[in-house]
């Protein structure tokens, strides 16, 4: 089992930025590919972005690649996504997500067997 616990959500004004943070626990951390979806209000679970075991290989979906960026700390056990220039479309419960194929960059939930509570981020026009 891997627990993950997400935080670093809030409110901020559009262009302003955050940094979520996912901390690990249970089995190795280093085994898993970690990623990033959000769900807004009335809309399906979508991928934000992916990192593989080793942080080597990223991927982001369009809507904010150039924007946010995903990072690992296998030491602390912890994989970060920095916000940028954020948007009110970015409004959203953020999820972190771990998945057992750590060489990879998965951006299917069905990939991914842990996942978080959820923290909300809130962004103001």
């Known amino acids: 089992q891997v627990q993950l616990v997400e935080s670093g959500g809030g409110l901020v004004h559009t262009g302003g930025s955050l940094r979520l943070s996912c901390a690990a626990s249970g089995r190795t951390f280093s085994n898993y590919a970690m990623g990033w979806f959000r769900q807004a209000p009335g809309k399906e679970r979508e991928f934000v972005s992916a990192?593989?075991?080793?942080?080597?290989?990223?991927r982001y979906a369009d809507s904010v690649k150039g924007r946010f960026t995903i990072s690992r700390d296998n030491a602390l056990n912890t994989v970060y996504l920095q916000m940028n220039t954020l948007k009110p479309e970015d409004t959203a419960v953020y999820y972190c997500?771990?998945?057992?194929?750590?060489?990879?960059?998965?951006?299917?939930?069905?990939?991914?067997?842990?996942w978080g509570q959820g923290t909300q981020v809130t962004v103001s026009s």
């Open positions: 990192i593989s075991w080793s942080g080597g290989s990223t």
């Open positions: 997500a771990a998945a057992a194929i750590s060489s990879t960059t998965p951006a299917r939930a069905v990939n991914y067997g842990y």
